[in-house]
């Protein structure tokens, strides 16, 4: 199943002991970096006090968020769509110890709010975020 800007997913990072849930910001783009397809794509549930406060949501905001969740742009990234095409098929056998399960994907205007919040936050990486203007700006002259 492909990606679209607004998809949600639950994504077992390595460093982490659960699963956080991931919106992705932009339709899926070529990545001379490596992958062929790529996304940009942003952890939701974190602690308000772990994290900047550009965005919080909130319960409302989208099913899985259960009470003030900061987004985590220090830790927004490209990932690789094959990649995570391989965890969503790998899952798809199993029962337990899941690494990736889609979620429902988020309004558009609770995405507005977080594609702002990732052009205007301090913590996100620089390099990222040049790469959602470009993508954004492409997007808007098609």
Not at 116 to 127: D, H, K, Q, V, W
Request: aromatic share 6%.
């Amino acid at each position: 199943m492909p990606f679209s800007a607004g998809d949600t997913f639950l994504l077992h990072a390595p460093s982490a002991d659960r699963l956080h849930l991931f919106v992705t910001l932009c339709e899926p783009f070529l990545d001379p970096l490596g992958d062929p397809l790529a996304i940009i794509a942003v952890p939701l549930n974190t602690p308000t006090l772990m994290t900047d406060k550009t965005v919080l949501l909130l319960p409302e905001d989208h099913p899985f968020i259960r009470y003030e969740t900061a987004v985590s742009y220090n830790y927004m990234t490209r990932l690789a769509v094959t990649g995570l095409a391989q965890l969503e098929q790998g899952n798809a056998s199993k029962h337990e110890g899941k690494t990736f399960l889609r979620r429902e994907p988020l309004q558009a205007d609770v995405l507005s709010r977080v594609i702002a919040g990732a052009l205007t936050s301090e913590l996100a990486p620089r390099g990222v975020k040049r790469k959602l203007v470009e993508i954004l700006s492409g997007a808007q002259k098609s």
